[in-house]
């Protein structure tokens, strides 16, 4: 069974539950650095966050226990599933990545266009036209109308903003 | 083909660059060419908030740019947040910033690295005053009264203040070591806040900027006691019942020799140049001339100082001084 | 009744072409703001700002507040037609809001949320016409021990009623407390969790985590499901509003218990947020269906938005008698009032009348107009999620992107808006409950902060929570609402073995 899947629920729940631990961990040491006493004044900045990381700990060491004595072995995702996500997260990143490299406004076009041609399988006229103008529509909103800066690149440099 | 391009462009950026340099030299101007962000190192409602979009409403109305000016508001990490913005847009000389006491008290309660030596020092707009307030429905009526009834009970009398080791609870601290008074210091987000919690009676005393508590004040809700500042404020008009901000005395008349004034200046980032900083002067000095201004500076009762240049890096040098000074004594540097 | 006549004047001195004009301007302007997460209302009034100095401070006043409601309206169309909550007191109506449009029933909700708002607005208003200088007397009462039980009834009557594992529940709601205690910590100014990591130092921001969480989240959990949002070929219906307002009459109960509930929130320090999740955890409870809360329940709208909008509406009131901005629109409103030389604070009611009740009439006829006009576009958005989801996914994500940027400006936020997405989807298909974790990571900060206070006040002592009648009644409340469902099971179970 487990081979139909990339990933069973067991197997994410431990995964989850293993970095909420870990989470809870680093929170209460960080917090017992700083101070997690109840103070001459009421709590120390550590206090609260210490017994917050104590709690997530404690409630995903329940849930991480529990999982690994279920042997349900139901799918996570299955593979046409994963792929699909895939298909959106991984230009997200990209486009994410892009941002920081060469503004919003090229990133947002190069990443509508690719996912209505990849995955809409849009013809490239129509994607060539959402694909400028919503980049031109978000830049005459927020950079001339609200002059709400965004991050932008050298073609915006080149053209003087 | 494409590295040869990139190389012409550069040498005629360079080429462009050299121009600029010898023109600018000889008409001795620059002028923004983009929307200029004005950062604002505290929240909304703030005082500095409330002089930064002052500004922003003087310059658009009285069209003293051609580039638009937009108010940024970068609170977070007690300021470090606009002050790190700052000092990382090197060259970027559309960028201005506000100050507070926090230009001085969070590099030196947290340890985050920044100094106002990061930045480019542009112009003193005011200094800002501090006044001891206590609810109008006490008995208090001199800083005497008060104080003497703070050291009969320590630690029962709550002082509320903006933040945590930053001006209030230093000014907080300064009076505890000069009279051996003892307050519980109870910190809040704001200073809008700070008063109304002292209209309701929720704290004994604030050390509120006048801007922040002069509405109460002529209400009739609080009483002013006295001002932290060798001199009386300069203004005689009346603003509630036979008081003006000129009848409140000293604190130093009373007895308490505490002084703190608090920066209202504005820094530009780094790499600046010259032409940069004038242009920005030149600016402030027009912003300085409205009338606009002067009642602003007239309501919220600004110590209206006005410094640039060398004189003004002394002053912000001396101050930061201060406050290390200041800090050390209460205990409020950051460990590491 | 001097307000009445008060109020009458204040009539007259708004109905004039011109002042309705600015109106309209301002609600359209406002419903563009509130559509798009990357732009809150703060900028649309600051930007609007210097363009009314030549106007009078009246009609200024009447299009930058106009701007407030519109971008209030139109907080709830992004919530739910992509489950992205544009301002804080929209993350309630994603609930059941998206849930409904899923169904293809995303007019009826549109318009269940727009007359919710407008009936909360407008009880709120009229509440402030007749009671302000009460209402001001009455925030007052409010320190920090008050604040912090309020914080508390907010929790106990949110928590505890789900579904979902509560082991789940508890890791899901410390985690969103534990994001909330990054950054400094105001009470001392010391760093926590941050590791020598400088971004960090400003925490997370609930908007980010918001946008990841929800927004992407549901749009990889749609891409997983196969590329079509559900219902999205629904038929759009032009009588959907008159259909809707059928049903309406019938949540009366809620619609008023909400309203209350977000008049006490908005004029104590509370504000919109706590109150649109509190209204929407009462609705629940005391619902005969709760089982149909998220799940796309016409009542679920309903409680938050009218919640929300009553305490958008009534904190107007401490902003004008106190001075206390009670969310940045209404700190750079306050900015404003000071350029053209009105001081908030206790006498602007004695000094200003006329600027005062022209400012109340123009939220009558403001919440009117507002809600005519945002009625008329639910067709139009409702068409929205006709485009096919290959065009409108990228979009959205691109629009996140902006919003996530805007908040502070920073790249960091943007890839961190992509990871609360995995997280988001993860948690969403595990039945970790992120409901909670909002809740924790909006509030978690003021409520440590105002618990702390307390503590200073009390030397150390819970008692403080039981040191007045005001503040002892809230805390018993909360205290109340948690254990109120075991209470419910004990007596049930007791009746039981008796029977």
Same mark, same amino acid.
């Given at each position: 069974m487990e081979r139909d899947a990339p990933v069973t629920t067991r197997m994410m729940e431990l995964i989850t539950a293993g970095v909420l631990m870990t989470i809870g961990a680093v929170v209460m040491i960080d917090s017992w650095r700083i101070g997690a006493q109840w103070g001459e004044f009421g709590p120390q900045s550590g206090y609260f966050p210490f017994y917050i990381g104590l709690l997530i700990f404690g409630s995903s060491l329940v849930v991480f226990v529990s999982a690994l004595f279920t042997k349900a072995t139901t799918p996570f995702v299955g593979w046409t599933g994963l792929g699909r996500v895939l298909q959106m997260l991984v230009p997200a990143v990209v486009f994410g990545f892009l941002v920081w490299l060469i503004g919003i406004y090229v990133a947002s076009a190069v990443f509508i266009g690719y996912f209505m041609r990849r995955v809409g399988r849009y013809a490239w006229h129509l994607a060539a036209i959402v694909s400028v103008g919503v980049p031109v529509a978000l830049f005459v909103l927020f950079e001339i109308w609200f002059l709400v800066p965004l991050p932008k690149g050298p073609l915006e440099d080149m053209l003087g903003y | 083909m494409r590295s040869a391009k990139q190389i012409f462009a550069m040498g005629g950026a360079l080429a462009a660059a050299l121009a600029l340099f010898v023109t600018t030299d000889a008409v001795a101007q620059w002028k923004p060419t983009r929307t200029i962000e004005f950062i604002v190192p505290a929240g909304t409602g703030g005082g500095a908030d409330q002089m930064a979009r002052m500004i922003q409403g003087i310059v658009q109305k009285h069209n003293l740019m051609d580039q638009p000016l937009v108010v940024i508001n970068k609170s977070g990490g007690a300021g470090a947040e606009g002050f790190l913005d700052v000092k990382g847009s090197r060259n970027n000389p559309h960028k201005i910033i506000i100050t507070l006491s926090n230009l001085f008290t969070t590099p030196l309660a947290t340890g985050v690295p920044f100094s106002w030596r990061d930045l480019t020092p542009v112009a003193m707009l005011a200094l800002d005053e501090f006044v001891l307030w206590v609810n109008a429905e006490t008995p208090y009526k001199t800083p005497t009264e008060y104080i003497n009834a703070v050291k009969k009970e320590p630690g029962k009398y709550k002082m509320g203040g903006t933040g945590s080791k930053q001006e209030d609870q230093i000014i907080t601290v300064a009076l505890e070591r000069a009279t051996g008074a003892k307050f519980t210091y109870v910190p809040y987000r704001g200073g809008g806040e700070v008063a109304v919690q002292l209209v309701g009676k929720h704290v004994d005393s604030t050390v509120n900027n006048p801007i922040e508590a002069v509405a109460q004040w002529r209400a009739g809700q609080l009483r002013p006691l006295c001002v932290f500042d060798t001199k009386r404020i300069a203004l005689t008009d009346k603003i509630a019942g036979n008081m003006g901000w000129g009848d409140i005395p000293t604190c130093a008349e009373t007895g308490l020799k505490i002084d703190y004034v608090m920066l209202r200046g504005i820094f530009m980032s780094p790499g600046a140049t010259k032409d940069q900083v004038d242009f920005y002067v030149g600016l402030f000095q027009k912003v300085r001339a409205t009338d606009e201004w002067k009642k602003f500076m007239a309501e919220g009762a600004f110590n209206t100082t006005f410094m640039t240049g060398d004189d003004y890096r002394k002053w912000v040098e001396a101050n930061e001084n201060l406050h290390r000074d200041l800090m050390k004594e209460a205990g409020f540097l950051a460990a590491n | 009744m001097e307000e009445l006549g008060a109020l009458l004047h204040g009539f007259a001195v708004v109905i004039t072409p011109y002042n309705l004009l600015m109106m309209l301007i301002g609600i359209t302007l406002g419903i563009l703001i509130g559509v798009l997460p990357g732009l809150g209302g703060a900028n649309g009034v600051a930007i609007l700002l210097p363009l009314t100095f030549?106007?009078?401070?009246?009609?200024?006043?009447? &299009?930058?507040?106009?701007?407030?409601?519109?971008?209030?309206?139109? *907080?709830?169309?992004?919530? $739910?037609?992509?489950?992205? #909550?544009?301002?804080?007191?929209?993350?309630?109506?994603?609930?059941?809001?998206?849930?409904?449009?899923?169904?293809?029933?995303?007019?009826?909700?549109?318009?269940?949320?727009?007359?919710?708002?407008?009936?909360?607005?407008?009880?709120?208003?009229?509440?402030?016409?007749?009671?302000?200088?009460?209402?001001? +007397?009455?925030?007052?009462?409010?320190?920090?021990?008050?604040? !912090?039980?309020?914080?508390?009834?907010?929790?106990?009557?949110?928590? *505890?009623?789900?579904?979902?594992?509560?082991?789940?529940? $508890?890791?899901?709601?410390?985690?969103?407390?534990?994001?909330?205690?990054?950054?400094?910590?105001? &009470? @001392? /100014?010391? =760093?926590?969790? $941050? !590791?020598?990591?400088?971004?960090?130092? @400003?925490?997370?921001? !609930?908007?980010?985590?918001?946008?990841?969480? !929800?927004?992407?989240?549901?749009? =990889? =959990?749609? &891409?997983?499901?196969? =590329?079509?949002?559900?219902?999205?070929?629904? /038929?759009?219906?032009?009588?959907?509003?008159?259909?809707?307002?059928? +049903?309406?009459? +019938?949540?009366?109960?809620?619609?008023?218990?909400?309203?209350?509930?977000?008049?006490? &929130?908005?004029?104590?320090?509370? *504000?919109?947020?706590?109150?649109?999740?509190?209204?929407?955890?009462?609705? +629940?409870?005391?619902?005969?269906?709760?089982?149909?809360? *998220?799940? /796309?329940?016409?009542?679920?709208?309903?409680? #938050?938005?009218?919640?929300?909008?009553?305490?958008?509406? %009534?904190?107007?009131? #401490?902003?004008?008698?106190?001075?206390?901005?009670? %969310?940045?629109?209404?700190?750079?409103?306050?900015?404003?009032?000071?350029?053209?030389?009105?001081? #908030?604070?206790?006498?602007?009611?004695?000094?200003?009348?006329?600027?005062?009740?022209?400012l109340i009439a123009s939220m009558y006829l403001g919440n009117i107009a507002g809600l005519i006009v945002v009625l008329t576009t639910v067709p139009l958005f409702a068409a929205v999620l006709r485009v096919p989801f290959s065009i409108i996914a990228p979009i959205i994500i691109v629009i996140c992107a902006v919003g996530a940027y805007t908040v502070k400006n920073a790249m960091i936020d943007v890839y961190m808006m992509l990871i609360f997405g995995i997280v988001g989807y993860v948690f969403k298909k595990l039945g970790y409950p992120l409901a909670p974790m909002v809740l924790a990571l909006v509030l978690g900060d003021m409520a440590e902060t105002a618990f702390r206070q307390s503590m200073l006040f009390s030397q150390g002592s819970v008692g403080v929570f039981w040191s007045n009648p005001l503040v002892g009644s809230i805390s018993t409340l909360a205290v109340v609402t948690l254990f109120w469902p075991l209470l419910q099971r004990a007596v049930g179970f007791l009746r039981g073995k008796a029977g």
């Open positions: - | - | 030549s106007m009078s401070p009246t009609s200024a006043i009447i &299009m930058l507040s106009c701007i407030y409601w519109g971008a209030l309206f139109g *907080g709830a169309i992004t919530s $739910i037609l992509f489950n992205i #909550p544009g301002e804080p007191w929209s993350v309630a109506t994603t609930f059941d809001g998206h849930p409904l449009s899923k169904q293809g029933r995303s007019g009826e909700a549109l318009t269940a949320a727009f007359t919710s708002s407008f009936v909360g607005a407008f009880l709120a208003v009229i509440l402030v016409t007749f009671l302000s200088p009460l209402i001001a +007397k009455f925030a007052l009462q409010f320190g920090p021990p008050e604040f !912090f039980a309020i914080q508390l009834l907010t929790f106990c009557s949110f928590v *505890g009623m789900g579904k979902e594992s509560p082991f789940k529940t $508890i890791a899901a709601m410390m985690l969103g407390f534990a994001l909330a205690a990054v950054g400094i910590d105001t &009470m @001392t /100014g010391q =760093l926590r969790l $941050i !590791f020598g990591w400088h971004e960090l130092l @400003t925490g997370f921001h !609930f908007l980010i985590a918001v946008i990841g969480l !929800f927004g992407v989240g549901e749009i =990889l =959990l749609t &891409m997983e499901e196969g =590329l079509a949002f559900k219902g999205a070929s629904a /038929g759009i219906n032009t009588r959907v509003v008159l259909d809707t307002w059928k +049903k309406l009459p +019938k949540y009366w109960v809620t619609s008023l218990r909400s309203a209350a509930i977000g008049c006490w &929130m908005g004029v104590t320090p509370g *504000g919109a947020t706590p109150a649109s999740f509190m209204s929407y955890g009462l609705a +629940k409870r005391f619902s005969p269906t709760p089982d149909k809360f *998220g799940r /796309g329940s016409v009542e679920g709208v309903v409680a #938050p938005e009218t919640a929300a909008h009553a305490a958008g509406t %009534s904190a107007l009131v #401490p902003m004008l008698t106190l001075g206390i901005p009670g %969310s940045p629109t209404a700190a750079v409103l306050l900015g404003g009032l000071l350029i053209w030389g009105l001081q #908030p604070g206790p006498l602007l009611f004695v000094e200003q009348k006329d600027f005062v009740w022209g």
